[in-house]
């Protein structure tokens, strides 16, 4: 299965149609990712591309691809902010670093219908998953990472 991106994207939620949003096009490293809804295609603090662990660009996406997720507005890098001793399975906000501080990255999970995106750290623990906070519909929901459980709040589109 293979999903081909041509320069960026926009990431939905399969639960809510929000996308994934740097609040006002924040240029900040700490800046919390949040759901807002779409604003459309000059919207560029709304799309974000993929590089894969050797740093080139991703267009075509296979199963279980890892990478990084860069914003397009910052070339920021999204990455799950873990406080230090948090324990397995806890949320925890996602956030944008510069890439060399960045510490994780992302596995995309596909299936018919659309992805799950895992923390690549966690698989070797308790797999967490890009989450929308208790499937929340409404903009400025922080987006979280969370155990994964499949839910619909764990999904998402690419387009």
């Known amino acids: 299965m ?11 939620s399969a639960a809510s ?13 700490g800046t919390m990712i ?5 604003g459309g295609r000059l919207c560029f603090n709304q799309y974000w591309y993929f590089m894969d662990v050797d ?3 991703i267009q075509t996406l296979s199963q279980d691809q890892a990478g990084s997720m860069y914003s397009l507005c910052n070339d920021l890098v999204m990455v799950p902010a873990a406080p ?7 949320p925890s906000k996602v956030t944008l670093v ?6 994780d990255g992302w596995v995309i999970h596909m299936d018919a219908a659309n992805v799950a995106i895992r923390s690549a ?4 623990t308790i797999p ?9 519909p409404h903009d400025n929901v922080s987006i979280q990472v969370f155990g994964d459980n499949g839910g619909i709040n764990q999904r998402w589109n690419i387009a």
């Not at 750290?121 to 070797?124: D, E, K, M, T, V």
């Open 98 to 103: 510069r890439i060399q501080d960045a510490r």
């Open 121 to 124: 750290n966690s698989l070797r």
């Open 34 to 38: 949040q759901q807002f809804h779409d």
């Open 84 to 90: 230090p001793g948090l324990p397995p399975g806890q």
């Open 17 to 29: 149609g929000g996308v994934l949003d740097i609040p006002g096009g924040a240029q900040n490293v």
């Open 2 to 12: 293979h999903h081909t991106i041509w320069y960026a994207a926009k990431i939905k």
């Open 128 to 136: 967490l998953a890009l989450d929308l906070t208790n499937g929340d």
């Open 55 to 57: 740093g080139y660009r």
